[in-house]
């Protein structure tokens, strides 16, 4: 109820500020104005409403007047003849890894760089992310095809009736699947240390059943601690795999990690065999050099003392579907294939059974 959410934060400020709604030591009921001190005026949520002015003049081609950065959609962009041909570019490699979208704007930066022949700077990949930006505002590109790192989500499920209901629940046993790993010796997780290439991993690691977590940099001791819990319950040795950044940080990532949740594994496990290893799948210097990667020297940190100015390289540098078959080799070293094909044979049989034994939504009948 909108008036009464209005209503309900009046109140609120009522009895926080006093009736006359004046903020503790502002000039109003109960306190002395302070000449040395220029408050600016605070309003109420049902004054600012009141007050606050739309007009469709203040909004021209996705810009608000006074403001230098687009807002919303852009109508009318123009892009030069030589962005045109980056856009055209971009077009290919688009088309070129459809299987592996949403592509991250360094990914197709890395693309550009090596087929075609873009320059390799920071200033280079500012520029592109410029063009992308606009371009998606200006429906040039699909929105869907780009990830960047944005908001998280917490819901919850709910139905607009029981025949919703009912059409979710048929939806769930036409995509059943069987969790791959409860018959596998070993509990298997990935990780990767880019966000925003998480959704091409867990493209992989579905079929088998493997969570893919990102881990934003150094990880949390929360996240640590989880990650050697979920190892404990489980009763069996486990196997990370990680994917990151070939530099001195993600090196330093990837040690920090595998030695604490060891740690925590160790003095938390019922089971002496319960153990964990941690795979580095990539990028190492190995994988660099096999793919000619493009590199870069060490940026100055922390971390590099120990890394010999050998050259760095970025994860996203590999190609979307090198990176999956690489992935995917990973992920087969560690499980039992005979386990698995029996687990996707008795997959099939049992999504047959739960199809024929739920009701069809009654506006389906």
Not at 131 to 147: C, H, P, S, Y
Not at 175 to 192: G, I, S, T
Not at 321 to 326: I, P, S, T, Y
Request: charged share 25%; net charge negative; proline share 5%.
């Amino acid at each position: 109820n909108p008036a009464g959410s209005r209503l309900a934060a009046e109140d609120l400020w009522r009895c926080r500020y006093g009736k006359a709604g004046h903020a503790p030591g502002s000039p109003g009921e109960g306190s002395k104005a302070n000449p040395a001190v220029t408050r600016q005026k605070v309003e109420l949520p049902s004054q600012i409403a009141a007050s606050r002015k739309f007009e469709t003049g203040e909004i021209a081609a996705g810009r608000k007047s006074g403001q230098t950065r687009p807002r919303g959609y852009v109508a009318t962009w123009k892009p030069y003849a030589k962005t045109e041909e980056r856009l055209a570019q971009i077009d290919e490699v688009l088309e070129q890894y459809g299987d592996y979208v949403p592509l991250t704007v360094r990914q197709i930066f890395y693309r550009l760089v090596g087929a075609y022949g873009h320059p390799k700077t920071e200033n280079a990949y500012a520029s592109l992310c410029e063009t992308v930006g606009m371009a998606r505002r200006a429906r040039r590109l699909d929105f869907g095809a780009i990830r960047d790192d944005g908001s998280t989500k917490i819901a919850w499920e709910a139905f607009d009736d029981v025949d919703a209901f009912q059409r979710r629940i048929q939806a769930m046993a036409r995509n059943y699947q069987r969790n791959k790993l409860a018959r596998q010796p070993r509990h298997v997780e990935a990780w990767c240390e880019a966000g925003g290439m998480q959704p091409q991993l867990a493209r992989v690691a579905g079929q088998y059943s493997i969570p893919v977590y990102s881990s934003g940099g150094f990880d949390s001791l929360t996240a640590k601690y989880s990650l050697a819990s979920r190892i404990v319950e489980t009763g069996k040795s486990a196997t990370i795999l990680h994917l990151g950044d070939c530099d001195p940080s993600g090196v330093a990532i990837f040690d920090s990690m595998a030695e604490d949740v060891r740690a925590f594994v160790l003095a938390d496990r019922l089971d002496m065999r319960v153990d964990v290893q941690f795979v580095r799948v990539a990028l190492t210097p190995e994988r660099v050099e096999d793919y000619v990667l493009e590199t870069a020297p060490p940026k100055a940190s922390s971390h590099a003392a120990g890394w010999g100015g050998q050259p760095t390289c970025q994860l996203e540098a590999l190609a979307p579907d090198e990176l999956a078959g690489l992935f995917q080799e990973a992920i087969e070293a560690c499980l039992d294939l005979d386990a698995l094909d029996a687990d996707f044979a008795e997959e099939e049989r049992e999504r047959r059974e739960l199809t024929a034994l739920l009701p069809a939504p009654r506006t389906d009948r």
